[in-house]
């Protein structure tokens, strides 16, 4: 069966690394979660890598692929046309398909206020000390109800994404550190043997034929990844197979549970109700 397109990175002496960080996150003149994140890297001598990326903006082993947005980019991606609505999902759902642990890390999403009332979401910008417990801070209005982005995080979710948001960027290195950490299966401390699990870069799907149509068909089930869809097919041979069979699917297939399969029936069972007029 073919798969997507995907490859270990190697240098010219045979080297691996640990990390494979996409370009344009570290292009800019701007403290990131990513760039303190790869200063902690070199503080560990850690082997890492800074290469283009079509997925993702950091890969770890064990299939842990990371896209970083600032909250700002996030929110703007949910305003005015549905341009930037639909690109967000379109990366989103080619994160899920091609690895089998997505995350979204989300900078400085804790730090934001969410008025309901006001419906609108501010931003900090400066925060000044006036007591010794009151601060007087300045925020930027975004023009996004909090409803409407908290449905979008967890729609996110449901598409098999874990997503974290930190305060800043200095706690986003250190929720990026943990994860690489999660991902090498460390438990306590650098001085552990590590488990020989590398990077593997993936291209954006081009589906050539009919088994990678097949993939792409169960992809669009909710929590169901690209390594997930191959081993349903692996299992039961056929998409029509996996479909009749679906409430089988955490006996016999690994790394799907009870949740997932409730999630795919809801799906496949429930009736459809189109309230717009034909």
């Given at each position: 069966?073919?798969?997507?397109?995907?490859?270990?990175?190697?240098?010219?002496?045979?080297?691996?690394p640990?990390?494979?960080?996409?370009?344009?996150?570290v292009?800019?003149?701007?403290?990131?979660?990513?760039?303190?994140?790869?200063?902690?890297?070199?503080?560990?001598?850690?082997?890492?890598?800074?290469?283009?990326?079509?997925?993702?903006?950091?890969?770890?082993?064990?299939?842990?692929?990371?896209?970083?947005?600032s909250?700002?980019?996030f929110?703007?991606?949910?305003?005015?046309?549905?341009?930037?609505?639909?690109?967000?999902?379109?990366?989103?759902?080619?994160?899920?398909?091609?690895?089998?642990?997505?995350?979204?890390?989300?900078?400085?999403?804790?730090?934001?206020?969410?008025?309901?009332?006001?419906?609108?979401?501010?931003?900090?910008?400066?925060?000044?000390?006036?007591r010794?417990?009151?601060?007087?801070?300045?925020?930027?209005?975004?023009?996004?109800?909090?409803?409407?982005?908290?449905?979008?995080?967890?729609?996110?979710?449901?598409?098999?994404?874990?997503?974290?948001?930190?305060?800043?960027?200095?706690?986003?290195?250190?929720?990026?550190?943990?994860l690489?950490?999660?991902?090498?299966?460390?438990?306590?401390?650098?001085?552990?043997?590590?488990?020989?699990?590398y990077?593997?870069?993936?291209?954006?799907?081009?589906?050539?034929?009919?088994?990678?149509?097949?993939?792409?068909?169960?992809?669009?089930?909710?929590?169901?990844?690209?390594?997930?869809?191959?081993?349903?097919?692996?299992?039961?041979?056929?998409?029509?197979?996996?479909?009749?069979?679906?409430?089988?699917?955490?006996?016999?297939?690994?790394?799907?549970?009870?949740?997932?399969?409730?999630?795919v029936?809801?799906?496949l069972?429930?009736?459809?109700?189109?309230?717009k007029?034909?």
């Amino acid at each position: 069966m073919t798969k997507l397109k995907d490859y270990v990175q190697m240098d010219i002496f045979g080297n691996i690394p640990d990390v494979i960080i996409d370009v344009h996150e570290v292009s800019r003149n701007k403290v990131t979660s990513v760039t303190l994140f790869i200063d902690l890297l070199k503080r560990h001598k850690i082997n890492h890598k800074i290469q283009k990326l079509d997925i993702a903006d950091i890969i770890m082993p064990s299939e842990y692929a990371i896209e970083r947005k600032s909250i700002r980019d996030f929110l703007s991606s949910l305003i005015g046309t549905k341009t930037g609505h639909a690109r967000l999902f379109e990366q989103m759902k080619a994160l899920s398909d091609s690895y089998e642990n997505p995350i979204l890390l989300l900078e400085s999403g804790l730090s934001v206020r969410l008025d309901v009332t006001d419906k609108a979401i501010f931003i900090p910008i400066r925060k000044k000390k006036i007591r010794r417990r009151i601060y007087a801070v300045i925020e930027e209005r975004i023009g996004v109800h909090p409803n409407a982005f908290l449905a979008v995080i967890k729609r996110i979710e449901n598409m098999g994404i874990r997503v974290i948001q930190t305060y800043n960027a200095l706690h986003g290195s250190q929720i990026l550190w943990s994860l690489y950490r999660e991902s090498k299966g460390i438990k306590s401390g650098l001085g552990e043997d590590l488990k020989k699990k590398y990077p593997v870069v993936r291209v954006k799907p081009r589906f050539k034929n009919i088994a990678e149509q097949q993939i792409f068909f169960l992809c669009g089930l909710p929590g169901v990844s690209y390594a997930r869809a191959e081993r349903v097919l692996r299992t039961y041979k056929t998409p029509y197979n996996a479909i009749v069979q679906v409430n089988r699917w955490d006996v016999d297939v690994e790394g799907i549970g009870e949740k997932i399969v409730e999630k795919v029936q809801k799906i496949l069972f429930t009736e459809f109700r189109n309230k717009k007029k034909v």
